[in-house]
């Protein structure tokens, strides 16, 4: 085996998703870092690995970097997987990667499953521009304010999320986003339990209540439509009136978006009364 640290993807839920390469870096490498050793040796034995197991996980990796790294610079080869999926995608490892780097060992990709491109595969939401979020904040003002710095957002939003924050989680997206905006709740990937629906946030956080989903959940919305001309200039006015009289901010709304100055007008005139 070529001496060098190996990220190798398993399987999300359905233990045949283990490629062949994978197998054979798992069988051949001198030892494991496994996010959690007791869920790796249900794969494990599934595909018959006898290689040992070292746990490196979010609460201990410093703790081994050193003792990893040394064993990679003895020229060892060492695989480094996570529960489920690519390692460091939310999980463990940027701190084993990074160290190993910058030791100048080789780092090999063993590519496989992912969530992330398996939902977009599967959530019928556009999927040629994507950012991922992870996993939003657990707590509830944080988490708020957090979407609403993303409801502007253009590309198509990827975030994980934990089946007891779902329905929360679904709310608050709601409430920054709009109801109607379009989203994807997809959970379960490759599990026999394995759920997709593709509706409304509104409609996804009413469906979130009543059955609360179980599983690993992954949430798929739509980027934010372009802004309007419109919305560019009440946009633009809304600034200008917080420093200037309404008529002023009005003529110079106009002049910088070119929008009517009787729709504008019309608005602050909405807006001041408020």
């Not at 019928?124 to 939003?136: A, H, S």
């Amino acid at each position: 085996m070529t001496p060098g640290l190996y990220i190798v993807a398993t399987p999300l839920g359905h233990l045949k998703d283990l490629s062949p390469r994978a197998l054979e870096v798992l069988q051949s490498v001198n030892v494991i870092a496994a996010e959690d050793t007791r869920h790796s040796q249900i794969l494990c034995r599934q595909w018959g690995i006898q290689t040992p197991l070292i746990s490196v996980h979010d609460h201990n990796e410093r703790d081994r970097l050193d003792g990893l790294l040394a064993r990679l610079g003895a020229k060892e080869a060492i695989a480094l997987i996570s529960d489920a999926g690519t390692p460091l995608i939310s999980d463990p490892g940027y701190l084993l990667v990074r160290g190993a780097r910058m030791a100048g060992v080789p780092v090999y990709a063993v590519a496989g499953p992912s969530a992330i491109t398996a939902a977009l595969s599967v959530a019928g939401v556009p999927c040629d521009r994507f950012v991922f979020e992870g996993f939003p904040p657990a707590q509830a003002a944080a988490r708020r304010s957090y979407f609403a710095a993303l409801a502007s957002e253009p590309r198509t939003l990827v975030f994980y999320e934990s089946p007891h924050r779902l329905a929360a989680s679904l709310d608050d997206l709601s409430a920054a986003f709009g109801g109607t905006r379009e989203a994807a709740l997809v959970r379960e990937l490759t599990k026999r339990f394995e759920e997709g629906l593709l509706s409304t946030l509104g409609e996804l956080a009413v469906h979130a209540h009543a059955h609360a989903p179980r599983g690993e959940c992954v949430l798929v919305v739509r980027g934010a439509p372009p802004p309007t001309e419109t919305d560019e200039g009440e946009r633009v006015l809304t600034l200008l009136m917080a420093e200037l009289p309404l008529r002023q901010a009005v003529d110079l709304a106009v002049a910088i978006t070119g929008v009517s100055k009787k729709v504008l007008y019309a608005r602050a005139l909405e807006l001041k009364r408020t």
